[in-house]
């Protein structure tokens, strides 16, 4: 149950006068002033340790910069460009016949070609077992 305020009242339910603008602008200029400390005090210790790592650096190798680069992939300078090449050395290769290996007799043929003699020639077939079925 709510309470109700009579119109003749001296509550009339809400604030009746606006918020006291020097509290609001006092709490303004403090939180400035705390943000400004805080940035110098900041700057303050990042300057310290900032001469700090300078009294304390170790000169440089001058073997830094000689170093070779490691074994291993390298990464990729035009991917895309990397990518055509080698599908179309991949093309190459499953589209023209060409020799494996002339002594063992190994040919590379294309793959329309390698299904068209295989279904001409015929696949092998499994021998039966004398077994039961």
Not at 32 to 39: C, N, T
Not at 49 to 75: C, I, K, T, Y
Request: proline share 9%.
């Amino acid at each position: 149950m709510s309470k109700t305020t009579k119109p003749d009242s001296k509550n009339p339910g809400y604030e009746v006068r606006d918020a006291q603008i020097r509290p609001v602008i006092l709490s303004g200029l403090a939180l400035f002033g705390f943000v400004i400390f805080a940035i110098v005090i900041a700057l303050a210790v990042f300057r310290f340790f900032e001469g700090r790592m300078q009294e304390n650096a170790v000169p440089v190798s001058p073997l830094a910069a000689e170093r070779p680069l490691p074994d291993g992939p390298r990464l990729q300078v035009n991917p895309d460009r990397d990518w055509r090449e080698f599908k179309a050395r991949e093309d190459s290769i499953t589209s023209n016949p060409g020799w494996i290996s002339k002594d063992a007799g190994a040919v590379r043929l294309p793959i329309e070609t390698a299904m068209e003699i295989m279904l001409e020639k015929g696949f092998p077939a499994r021998a039966k077992s004398g077994g039961a079925e």
